[in-house]
């Protein structure tokens, strides 16, 4: 039997059409066509509106041709086939009128998300893909070889892949969830496979996570962000290189995995464009959202939202003309779960990115919190859980082969639960110098300086234990949809995951020779603190984080800090970079 390629229009054109306040924004963009053909990039385009003839795209600043689909008026289709095309921002252009700028990864990762139809609930009450699972090939073995000929054994249709993983997505020939697990049992025992990824998401699920919000009212202060000094780290980064023969800093890339940001909402509006070097050197890539209430816009205007009225306020924005080149890619490849957040990792990292930031996470069903209640929200099942540790083990294991200078920030999750057991949670509990596991902590009640452990304390349902690397602030306010308007706050580490990988941004546009093992080094040793001192014995002990240690404290045994828990603190950890410029050089 021949091998059947899907050629594949992405489930971007089963998306509800949303009318928003701007009909020039892009929504969504996929691959389309053949995508094991690598010599023909097709990509196809959504928009809230039918484009008119009057409107361009362009690709890194150059015109390019496309073509609308008949049968789907909002969506075009462009060709970017050329070998001599590397990637790069696309946005649409009408006259002096710009769309948002998203980035397009020319890298051969792509995989598929399912449709409602294709989606089913398991015993366990969750969400599954049907028909669709991703196969990881063994090491030693041609991924793409052995995934034809099991694709031929099995009739079914390769319709996605990330090659660097020796990852590819098959279509199963099925209409059953029984009949699925039995190809996947019988797929697992082929000697050339490691792992069958089966993936457990609703179609256009919002995030792994959710967000967590509390429609406290704005606090004019920002204390939250005070606890780990956000002021202070932004006047000294000013003021450093303000200074005359002052450091050169360094240009830096970042990988945000999530799905959209609203730039019609004051925070972003400004980043409309290829990103205008006029105007600052900041620029975001992100589809577009329809309103700013959502965990990406969140999630990015930690780093990114305008210093105005909008509600957010971004640490790299605050830099200002003394940060240099900072290019922030929002992308999660499709809405294909956790195997399309590892795709996109794998492109961004390919592009160039030095930081990715994964504000997601999930627990084994059956986990149990702090107070010993099972969790019911962000649960996998056991046999999804074994897919995608393989799956993210192989990513981490490339990285560090390929790529040792990544380093990717994730969020500890919200749940009151442990984060360092592999059997429970995901991706938080593997153990990497490429990984930093990021708890949430708000302000208290006490009037201390901030320095002291308690002018904080951990949010209570901030997961925790020796595996977090790290606390930032919880709770951030959210932006809006007009400038002065009430701000939500939202609440989870999803937020305080983007403090840290600021912080680490700025860092590493100060040295980028730090690796991973040394930013994490420093973050330790410039960290103030939280919580009860610890015993270090008790197996039972609630610790916020890993504690901190006499060797994170220049190895004085008696320093007040040893033993406990460690809290972000964005000003000495830019000291201790721009002292490590004499130390590692």
């Known amino acids: 039997m021949a091998l059947k390629r899907s050629f594949i229009m992405m489930p971007i054109l089963l998306m509800p059409v949303v009318a928003i306040a701007n009909s020039l924004r892009i929504l969504h963009i996929e691959r389309c066509g053949d995508l094991l053909d690598l010599s023909k990039r097709l990509y196809c385009i959504q928009t809230p509106d039918e484009v008119t003839r009057d409107v361009q795209i362009k690709f890194q600043g150059r015109d390019f041709r496309y073509k609308k689909l008949d049968a789907k008026p909002h969506t075009l289709q462009v060709d970017l086939s050329s070998p001599k095309l590397t990637s790069g921002p696309l946005w649409l252009q009408k006259g002096d009128k710009k769309s948002n700028a998203i980035w397009v990864s020319l890298q051969n990762s792509h995989v598929v998300a399912a449709g409602k139809d294709g989606v089913v609930k398991n015993d366990d009450g969750i ?32 319709v996605g892949m990330i090659p660097p993983l020796n990852t590819y997505q098959l279509r199963l020939p099925i209409k059953t969830l029984i009949e699925r697990d ?52 932004v006047d000294y980064y000013r003021r450093r290189f303000a200074e005359a ?146 799956l993210i083990e192989e990513f981490f294991l490339w990285l560090r082969q390929h790529h040792p200078d990544v380093m990717v920030v994730n969020s500890a999750g919200n749940s009151a639960a442990p ?32 320095t002291d452990p308690d002018f904080v304390k951990r949010r209570k349902s901030s997961n925790m234990d020796k595996r977090v690397d790290l606390t930032a602030a919880a709770c951030i306010q959210g932006s809006t949809t007009q400038i002065g308007e009430q701000s939500k706050q939202h609440c989870g580490t999803s937020y305080a995951a983007p403090l840290v990988t600021a912080t680490i941004a700025a860092m590493l ?49 008696d320093h007040p800090d040893i033993g406990r828990s460690a809290r972000l603190d964005m000003y000495k950890a830019l000291e201790l970079a721009v002292e490590s410029l004499t130390r590692v050089r």
């Open 127 to 158: 969400n599954t893909y049907l028909d669709l699972v991703s196969i990881i090939i063994e090491e030693q073995h041609d991924g793409l070889k052995e995934s034809e000929r099991l694709a031929r054994k099995y009739g079914a249709d390769i």
């Open 182 to 233: 039995a190809y996947v049992l019988r797929l697992g025992n082929e000697d050339v496979v490691d792992a069958v990824v089966i993936e457990e998401t609703a179609p256009e699920d919002k995030g792994e996570e959710g967000d967590k919000t509390d429609p406290t009212k704005k606090n004019k202060n920002n204390d939250e962000l005070d606890a780990n000094r956000f002021y202070d780290a």
């Open 245 to 390: 023969n002052s450091i050169q800093p360094y240009a830096i890339k970042i990988g945000v995995i999530e799905r959209n940001v609203d730039f019609d909402a004051p925070d972003f509006a400004s980043y409309l464009g290829g990103c205008a070097a006029e105007k600052s050197n900041l620029c975001v890539y992100a589809r577009d959202a329809e309103n700013p209430d959502n965990h990406g816009t969140s999630v990015t205007g930690v780093l990114a939202a305008e210093w105005g009225e909008g509600g957010n306020k971004g640490f790299l924005r605050g830099l200002n003309s003394a940060a240099p080149r900072i290019d922030i890619i929002v992308d999660r490849n499709s809405d294909a779960g956790i195997t399309a957040n590892i795709a996109a990792s794998v492109n961004l990292v390919e592009d160039g990115v030095r930081i990715l930031n994964w504000s997601w996470g999930f627990h084994r069903v059956g986990t149990k919190n702090i107070s010993n209640k099972t969790l019911d929200s962000s649960v996998r099942s056991g046999i999804a859980m074994s897919g995608y540790e393989e």
């Open 419 to 450: 984060t360092g057991q592999d059997d429970f949670r995901l991706p938080s509990a593997l153990v990497t110098d490429q990984l930093l596991v990021i708890g949430g902590h708000q302000r208290s009640a006490k009037s201390t300086n901030v």
């Open 509 to 557: 546009s100060i040295n980028p020779e730090l690796t991973p093992e040394q930013v994490r080094i420093l973050l330790r040793r410039s960290s103030m603190t939280i919580g009860e001192r610890s015993d270090f014995e008790s197996p039972d002990a609630q610790d916020l984080t890993a504690p901190i240690l006499p060797s994170e404290r220049y190895q004085q045994l």
